[in-house]
């Protein structure tokens, strides 16, 4: 989903002709609509793609130094942008590399992945491989440099269980740097990367909608073998026939999990079969994480799940983090259907342009030419609906540009 190239022009010339700032290929101003699942938002001042690191670096830094505003994307599978597009320069990484660094028996395998790399075809190729850790991340829609940003999870893995350092640019001091495990904070659907779209911990600049820190690569470091890392989540280990705790064979697990995703319409969509369930962000809402006595005023039924560190506890046994007893989470989708959101409901009836999902209530989908207002308008009415029934406040997951709830 892009537009068709015109040109290529320098930075400086990008800059000088009105907006559109950065190196790589410059493309007529496409509709955000054209490069994100939810298939909605208007166009950007400017449009480049980054086919190198150069690239991408020069035009992160012309934007800023324009004072320009920046989207960068990739699968743009993580946003919602306004029916008006964006007034700033959107820059794309099309990177797409995998380099193995090591792979022995000892010291596992470690590999470098450019920004731009397509997630889930990592994921395949680490279950080929016999890559460890990243399986039950299988048919999770974006690209590589997203995954750390926003701590990708799913089924009980997240990708902090394997990331060794993220290399990024660093906006604020118009350098590059390498950021250890340590220094990237990791948390549930957090980190220190997505925290500087927020707030700055050194009281400078907040960056929005693209953070202080753009990712250029990621090194992963993951052990060997068939099977895969603990199941972690009884709906997979249920699936599979296994306990919670015990290893089933990788490629089984990732069978396990895209049959599983499929099957709540949380794939990306097949342009040959169209399924409007899959024009979505995926969970729209994080699962709310609510401190335990204000957990116990839940009804009894709903679910609750340990909070864990997202580091783990140790490097052998189970890759899971220590329990945080004083925290629970509890299931944004469970929240939303006792609240009395049904799978498909829309705000104007079923026939609404934005509905929930047919299959699952976490999603919010584009039934074929729905807006960005429609889309926060039904967002709003079920993170209202929710307050006023629970007294838990949704949080949407997607980053929103332009719009608000």
């Known amino acids: 989903m892009t537009a068709t190239p015109a040109r290529r022009v320098s930075a400086v010339e990008a800059v000088a002709e009105g907006g559109a700032s950065g190196a790589g290929e410059v493309l007529d101003q496409p509709a955000l609509a054209e490069l994100t699942t939810l298939r909605v938002g208007g166009p950007a001042d400017a449009y480049v793609e980054a086919t190198t690191e150069a690239e991408l670096v020069d035009a992160v830094r012309a934007a800023d130094d324009a004072g320009e505003p920046l989207l960068v994307i990739g699968g743009g599978s993580n946003l919602l942008v306004s029916d008006e597009g964006f007034g700033g320069v959107v820059v794309r990484d099309v990177r797409a590399e995998i380099r193995i660094d090591a792979e022995d028996t000892c010291g596992g395998g470690s590999m470098t992945v450019t920004a731009g790399q397509d997630w889930d075809q990592l994921v395949e190729r680490a279950v080929a491989q016999e890559w460890v850790g990243i399986e039950a991340l299988s048919g999770i829609p974006g690209t590589v440099g997203a995954a750390p940003v926003q701590n990708i999870g799913a089924y009980g893995q997240e990708v902090a269980g394997v990331v060794a350092s993220v290399r990024v640019w660093d906006r604020a001091e118009s350098r590059i740097r390498n950021l250890p495990l340590i220094d ?68 089984e697990v990732r069978a396990a999990v895209l049959e599983l995703r499929g099957g709540k319409g949380m794939l990306l969509d097949d342009p040959t079969a169209p399924d409007h369930d899959r024009w979505s962000a995926g969970s729209f809402f ?59 409901f829309g705000v104007h009836g079923p026939a609404s342009a934005a509905t929930l999902s047919t299959k699952h209530t976490l999603a919010l989908t584009n039934r074929g030419g729905a807006s960005a207002a429609e889309i926060v308008e039904l967002a709003r009415a079920v993170r209202d609906g929710v307050l006023d029934t629970f007294g838990i406040e949704l949080v949407p997951e997607p980053v929103l540009v332009g719009v608000a709830l």
Do not use: C
């Open 184 to 251: 990237l904070a990791f948390g549930y659907r957090t980190s220190l990367l997505k925290r500087s779209m927020h707030a700055s911990p050194e009281g400078g600049d907040i960056w929005y909608p693209s953070p202080r820190y753009v990712v250029l690569e990621v090194n992963l470091q993951m052990r060997l073998g068939t099977l895969s890392a603990p199941i972690a989540y009884p709906e997979l280990a249920r699936r599979l026939g296994v306990q919670v705790g015990e290893r089933a064979p990788s490629a």
């Open 286 to 344: 994080t699962n709310p994480v609510v401190a335990a006595d204000q957990a116990d005023l839940l009804p009894a039924d709903a679910p609750r799940f340990p909070v864990r560190s997202a580091l783990p506890s140790r490097t052998t046994g189970p890759s899971l983090g220590e329990i945080d007893p004083t925290l629970v989470k509890t299931s944004a989708a469970w929240l939303i259907e006792h609240a009395g959101f049904t799978k498909g």
